[in-house]
């Protein structure tokens, strides 16, 4: 398939509707593609959570709410997991995956539809902020992590888990034929035809490598940042904190 990446201005509407198309089937592709070891990636991301009494934590891009999960497990009787979204389709999955009802013997949750370049919060709303594999997809990278930063309480953390660049040359090339060749393989056995599945290595080729991304995030104003690379860098964490 000679697939070409949606031109900038047309790229929201395009991930939304695709992410759509693919919700049904996408934690079986994540597992697929990583040999269920995106569950150890993110645990570790969690794991670099601060949880304080009555916490705040705002996951973006949640998707069907993977991370959002991992951290409600981590929290107490009021504390707040917020899940939020802009495919309709993701946000039904991420829901079932959380209680029906909260009570004071359960931390609150709340999954919502919303945009990533714009979040429905006031500043400084959140103790962390979390996103998995999201950030390739927003519009601006830049200024998408300026409102992170905005709607982060003083001293708070930010977390991102995402594709990251191969430094050995050997091993790059066979992470290359993997991502650009098997990957999309891979998807279109689970939905022929269906062109996301192209998308998601492809947005990898313009994202920041890890050094890069570091120098965004200090950039925008995140200090105390730090990565973790995961299987030579195909993956990376990157963790921040918002100056107190």
Not at 67 to 74: E, L, N, P, T, V
Not at 160 to 186: C, E
Not at 189 to 210: D, F, T
Request: aromatic share 10%; net charge positive.
């Amino acid at each position: 398939m000679n697939y070409r990446l949606p031109l900038s201005g047309d790229k929201a509407h395009y991930v939304r509707t695709r992410f759509d198309a693919i919700a049904r089937r996408y934690n079986l592709y994540n597992d697929l593609i990583t040999q269920g070891q995106h569950r150890l990636w993110k645990r570790v991301l969690v794991k670099n959570i601060p949880v304080r009494p009555h916490s705040r934590g705002l996951d973006i891009c949640c998707g069907t709410g993977d991370i959002a999960k991992r951290c409600y497990k981590r929290l107490s009787p009021g504390d707040t997991q917020i899940s939020l979204d802009f495919s309709p389709n993701m946000l039904r999955i991420a829901r079932q995956r959380f209680p029906a009802a909260n009570g004071e013997a359960a931390p609150a949750s709340h999954v919502l539809c919303g945009d990533a370049m714009r979040l429905p919060f006031a500043d400084g709303s959140f103790h962390y902020i979390t996103v998995g594999f999201g950030l390739r997809n927003v519009s601006d990278l830049a200024a998408c992590l300026k409102e992170i930063l905005r709607v982060l309480a003083p001293g708070g953390v930010f977390a991102s888990l995402d594709v990251g660049k191969v430094h050995t040359r050997g091993f790059r090339q066979l992470a290359d034929f993997y991502f650009f060749k098997i990957v999309p393989f891979i998807g279109t056995l689970l939905q022929p035809g269906e062109e996301m599945y192209h998308y998601l290595p492809h947005s990898s080729v313009n994202y920041p490598s890890q050094d890069e991304m570091k120098i965004l995030l200090e950039d925008t104003g995140f200090r105390q940042v730090r990565l973790k690379e995961f299987l030579c860098g195909t993956a990376v964490l990157h963790t921040g904190q918002k100056p107190a």
